[in-house]
């Protein structure tokens, strides 16, 4: 549908260009929905991203805002060229030791590998190109306009004076989230004890294949390579330069790390980060040798507190002059509202499902407003409330997951830890069983076929 021929009056505000925002974005044009996106960074700006690892609830999100061709070329992006995307994620001790490899259980859900920045450019894109999305335009606030009455929006101001104005505005601007804030949620903290380090480059051959076999073999796709000389070029080979990168991240304690650490020189911080793993294998201590010299991400994540179902009618009654807290026109999604600790690998996951719950709710009252002239409060509470209980418990149960509001180290030196990871590939022996036998019953697969995954 031509994104320029609206006839419905409803229109709908998407702070931040993120994952999630854009791919509602993408949505909400396919369905002839009046949607602007604003974007504080620049169009050009370097935000190339660290690789990230999409599962299912991220396909169904691809699934439910792109047409065919778009979610055909976004697919052709997934991972190295080898034939096999669909991975799972293996866990190794300090001493390079398998302590659980969860592609041996077949209930556990698999995941492809693509750049960050690689796939929200090309989410965004098509966004900008239909004339929807406006870069370098920071969010300042939003206030209610024309309160209760039937021609009652939201009005929303950027950091240059400019103003725009809707029907829903939907917050998607991250962890650091103003919208989040502004609307009286405020769930979003930093956590209290470690720091992150992170950083990545490329993988050109020529680094590949100086690499160690060991090293070879985690790589996404490259479980069946053989041993050969032959097999290991092949590897080399098989997959795209310009797509590939290997990246580091490590997580320290705060009381270890030294001041001022993230102004320091370069080398500084890379010899900070070998010191702590300065006992490690010497398999580990070759990975950070291959990503040192890249520029050092040092930051303290964020974590949402989980608010309540009713949290828009507490924050109201708690601040009873301030129309624009818990007002039903403002929805939160991705890490604006559930951002969550990287280990578990389900932030973007959660992200692009948000789009899932939210994009036929909008659509249904883009309906309403084009049959009736514009949309009642009621009908937008009722669908934000909607939204909300499917997101609140799905996403903030993945937060608890991802290791709550901070970092729970497993310490797979000492018995209790390693009895923690039989405990745990046990469990999953358990629950592929499980779905085994109920299987024979009901004809349903172990695990669910995602096309995409096996896409060449």
Not at 48 to 71: V, W, Y
Not at 197 to 209: E, N, Q, V, W, Y
Not at 374 to 403: D, H, T
């Amino acid at each position: 549908m031509d994104p320029n021929t609206h006839k419905s009056p409803f229109k709908v505000i998407i702070i931040g260009s993120g994952l999630a925002g854009a791919l509602l974005a993408n949505g909400l044009i396919r369905e002839g929905i009046n949607v602007h996106v604003y974007e504080r960074y620049e169009r050009n700006s370097r935000r190339d991203g660290f690789q990230i690892r999409l599962t299912l609830p991220a396909i169904l999100g691809l699934r439910s805002c792109l047409t065919p061709e778009h979610l055909a070329a976004v697919v052709k992006n997934f991972g190295p060229a080898t034939g096999v995307k669909g991975e799972a994620p293996r866990v190794l001790h300090k001493d390079f030791s398998l302590l659980v490899d969860f592609s041996r259980f077949p209930a556990y859900g698999k995941n492809v590998p693509i750049n960050r920045g690689i796939l929200r450019n090309a989410l965004s894109e098509p966004v900008y190109e239909a004339g929807k999305l406006d870069f370098e335009k920071s969010f300042e606030s939003f206030e209610v306009i024309a309160d209760g009455t039937e021609h009652e929006k939201i009005r929303v101001w950027f950091h240059d004076g400019s103003s725009d104005e809707c029907d829903i505005l939907i917050g998607a601007d991250g962890s650091y989230s103003k919208v989040n804030k502004q609307v009286g949620l405020d769930s979003i903290h930093p956590i209290k004890k470690h720091i992150a380090f992170a950083a990545k480059c490329d993988l050109p051959t020529a680094r590949f294949s100086k690499m160690s076999k060991e090293l070879r073999v985690y790589l996404p796709g490259s479980r069946n390579q053989d041993d050969t000389q032959a097999g290991q070029e092949a590897a080399g080979k098989a997959y795209d330069e310009s797509l590939s990168s290997i990246m580091v991240g490590l997580n320290v304690a705060k009381e270890i790390v030294p001041k001022g650490i993230q102004d320091a020189d370069n080398d500084v911080q890379w010899d900070f980060v070998a010191e702590c793993i300065r006992n490690w294998s010497s398999k580990h201590r070759e990975t950070v040798e291959l990503v040192r010299g890249a520029p050092l991400h040092i930051y303290t994540p964020r974590v949402a507190t989980r608010p309540s179902r009713s949290w828009r009618k507490e924050v109201r009654s708690r601040t009873p002059g301030k129309p624009e807290y818990g007002h039903p026109r403002v929805w939160l999604m991705g890490d604006a509202v559930h951002a969550m600790l990287p280990p578990r690998g389900m932030g973007a996951n959660q992200s692009m499902y948000d789009a899932v719950t939210m994009l036929p709710l909008l659509c249904k009252l883009d309906d309403v407003a084009k049959s009736r002239g514009n949309v009642s409060l009621s009908l937008i509470e009722e669908a934000v409330q909607e939204y909300e209980a499917e997101m609140i418990p799905r996403s903030f149960e993945w937060v608890k997951k991802s290791g709550g509001d901070d970092f729970v180290p497993v310490d797979s030196s000492t018995i209790k830890g390693k009895l923690f990871f039989i405990l745990a590939a046990q469990a999953l022996n358990l629950v592929c069983l499980w779905y085994r036998f109920k299987g024979i019953f009901t004809g349903e697969p172990l695990v669910e076929e995602i096309p995409e995954f096996s896409s060449s």
